[in-house]
């Protein structure tokens, strides 16, 4: 059985950086074919995808945050952890990982999600 | 980056009831294609891979075809459990872009 939960400050200030770790089980981060994401959705909006790591370390990310986005992994620990820069009030959302198996780059196990908010 | 549009954005519909939904991609994506259905504060539900190959424990009254540009998800006779919201998501390419979401609504 996969389990994923994410984990990390429910209010952040704006321009701080935001760290959020994906906790995961039922899967080896180093098995062939295997990737965990971030997707975002703020209230009442739709599902964002913002990030993708492999188990080659392999990274992609979303054009419209590459700037601001940076994603690891740390197989020992069956973490991934997603770190995004300079957040602003509009970066407001729940926050989920996601697991990703072959063959294809759809995910079928999700975190429960976190809330971020971005306020001052 | 491939666009996801699904029409309609929403739908009011019956239980009993047969709907369809459609996806189209900015550009073609082969089967590429996934569906998710989100009930409000619930996390998104994996329901469809490959366009039309149903997750393990779907009930068979979802179906989903199409290919390159063109997708649909059908329900073929509403069940109260299913009014929610339905996305799909392209993973013919990063970024793996979802759809803008259909409400499905009594």
């Known amino acids: 059985q996969i389990t994923l939960k994410e984990s990390g400050p429910t209010l952040v200030q704006p321009t701080q950086t935001l760290s959020l770790t994906c906790t995961f089980s039922?899967?080896?981060?180093?098995?062939?074919?295997?990737?965990v994401a971030w997707i975002r959705q703020s209230p009442g909006e739709a599902l964002e995808w913002l990030a993708i790591?492999?188990?080659?370390?392999?990274?992609r990310y979303s054009p419209s945050l590459n700037s601001r986005l940076t994603i690891t992994k740390d197989t020992s620990k069956n973490q991934v952890v997603l770190t995004m820069t300079n957040m602003d009030p509009v970066d407001t959302a729940t926050y989920y990982c996601?697991?990703?198996?072959?063959?294809?780059?759809?995910?079928?196990?999700w975190g429960q999600g976190t809330l971020v908010i971005v306020s001052s | 980056d491939i666009q996801m549009t699904q029409s309609p954005s929403s739908l009011s519909a019956s239980v009993g009831d047969r709907v369809t939904i459609t996806c189209r991609a900015s550009?073609?994506?082969?089967?590429?294609l996934a569906w998710y259905q989100q009930k409000p504060g619930k996390v998104p539900k994996f329901l469809i891979y490959?366009?039309?190959i149903l997750q393990s424990g779907v009930p068979s009254r979802f179906s989903g075809s199409g290919s390159g540009t063109d997708f649909t998800l059908t329900i073929s006779s509403l069940q109260p459990e299913d009014f929610a919201t339905y996305f799909c998501?392209?993973?013919?390419?990063?970024?793996?872009?979802f759809g803008q979401g259909t409400k499905l609504a009594i």
């Open positions: 996601a697991h990703r198996g072959p063959p294809g780059s759809y995910f079928d196990d």
């Open positions: 039922g899967f080896s981060l180093s098995a062939n074919g295997m990737g």
């Open positions: 790591i492999f188990w080659d370390d392999i990274k």
């Open positions: 550009q073609g994506i082969s089967n590429s």
């Open positions: 490959t366009a039309s």
């Open positions: 998501q392209q993973y013919e390419s990063a970024p793996y872009t």
